[in-house]
């Protein structure tokens, strides 16, 4: 990939790196609060984010490329040091940057700073750097990939899912669209493939805003795997329906045009203006509550009620690739403990003889499975209602031994793959 820019947006990367890595902050969150990043514009701007998207996404194969290159570690005093060769390998072994693009403007960032004294070290290194410099595959994913992670998917999925999973973050994630209404026809407008769920997928990242229908109303952003929880619910038309957790409001979109009556709760004042602003642009209604779950009881109990729990969000790695670099273990347990507290808040919003739906972006069994399990022996008035054979034309690779939903990223490989969703669908009995 040609660059369009020059040293400024080399060293925006670099700071978007440095909040990344030394600072714990989301790649989401530097984006927003770098200065360097934000006052770049155009070209610079979106290669700057480029460079940072792919060097997380292939660190762990980036730093194995520069260390067996250094004679000694870099201190941890030098950071800075090595997030510019970071940013330059980065484009030397995955972006086709001409080297003398990379190499120089990674000396030249090191020239105008405190760590001149390592201009030199960054050229010798930086011009062994090329796209030979890359690892086969499977290593590529062990070497990206924190062991805790694949010790857990091997246990929950087994060893050789594991590593596809992994080999699948090695990609970024497809755009995939839900349309509402007129699949077909919306499909072909936006040059899309429809996937066998009737999510439609666009090949190639583009800006979305530009795209055919979209000023219209006609469809929305949204991960295949995220659009199968809101399928769950039985029959929507008429019911009354909770959608806990909701912004941005994909969920909430798919069951309003399905002609539910839709009350949207969040805690996050700033997250729901963006489902108002979603649902204005879609022509659709729903109640939208500001509140925490925990905290607030509906007028009456519902039909149904959708829990898209907060989560470690694992399996959205493609699209995350900070993810891997931020969560531990011992973030896992933090949030199922969350997560059993929302799910028992959302089962007191469930009609007798009303559906309980709950679902979370993760990989991880402590936030999936585990949680409905001990949801269901410590709350006996309700019970699994699993996903049917034939329902929802939902591939059988995606559903558990209990009928829950668990999607994959290394499912639909010919296709794109998807992200890892769980979804369980538990019904109230009705009062005898």
């Given amino acids: 990939m040609e660059p369009h820019t020059g040293i400024a947006a080399r060293k925006a990367a670099i700071d978007l790196l440095d909040a990344v890595l030394t600072r714990k902050a989301s790649l989401d969150t530097a984006l927003a609060t770098t200065p360097r990043f934000n006052a770049l514009t155009g070209p610079d701007r979106s290669f700057a984010h480029l460079i940072a998207s792919v060097s997380l996404r292939h660190l762990g194969e980036i730093d194995a490329a520069i260390d067996n290159l250094l004679r000694k570690p870099i201190a941890n005093s030098a950071l800075t040091v090595r997030q510019t060769l970071r940013v330059g390998a980065a484009q030397l072994m995955f972006l086709e940057t001409p080297p003398h693009a990379a190499v120089d403007t990674a000396v030249a960032s090191l020239k105008g700073s405190r760590f001149a004294g390592f201009s030199g070290l960054a050229n010798a290194i930086l011009r062994q750097i090329s796209p030979d410099s890359r690892m086969p595959i499977e ?230 499975a585990r949680v409905i399990n001990k949801f269901l022996l410590a709350n006996t008035e309700f019970s699994r209602a699993p996903l049917q054979e034939d329902e929802h034309a939902i591939p059988s690779d995606f559903r558990t031994k209990n009928g829950d939903v668990q999607t994959l990223p290394c499912h639909w490989p010919e296709l794109g793959g998807l992200d890892g969703f769980f979804a369980a669908r538990l019904v109230r009995h009705a009062a005898s």
């Fill in 139 to 368: 290593a590529a994913a062990h070497a990206n990939t924190p062991q805790w992670l694949l010790k857990s998917w091997a246990q929950a999925f087994g060893e050789t899912n594991a590593l596809a999973i992994a080999v699948a973050h090695g990609s970024e994630a497809p755009i995939d669209i839900t349309p509402k209404t007129e699949v077909a026809r919306i499909s072909e407008t936006l040059g899309g493939q429809t996937l066998p769920t009737g999510s439609i997928r666009l090949d190639a990242p583009r800006d979305v805003r530009q795209l055919p229908r979209f000023e219209d109303g006609d469809w929305w952003i949204q991960d295949a795997a995220a659009a199968l929880p809101a399928r769950l619910i039985p029959n929507p038309v008429g019911k009354h329906i909770l959608d806990l957790c909701a912004a941005p409001g994909g969920k909430s979109a798919q069951l309003a045009s399905c002609g539910a009556r839709m009350t949207s709760i969040d805690r996050s004042a700033e997250r729901l203006e963006t489902l108002q602003q979603n649902f204005e642009r879609l022509g659709l209604r729903s109640d939208i509550v500001h509140a925490d779950i925990e905290n607030w009881n509906p007028a009456e109990l519902a039909d149904a009620v959708l829990l898209d729990a907060p989560c470690s969000a694992t399996g959205t790695i493609r699209r995350h690739p900070d993810i891997p670099h931020l969560k531990q273990l011992e973030d896992v347990r933090r949030m199922a403990k969350i997560q059993s507290r929302l799910i028992a808040s959302a089962a007191r919003m469930v009609r007798p003889g009303g559906h309980l739906i709950y679902a979370v972006c993760s990989l991880q069994p402590e936030e999936g």
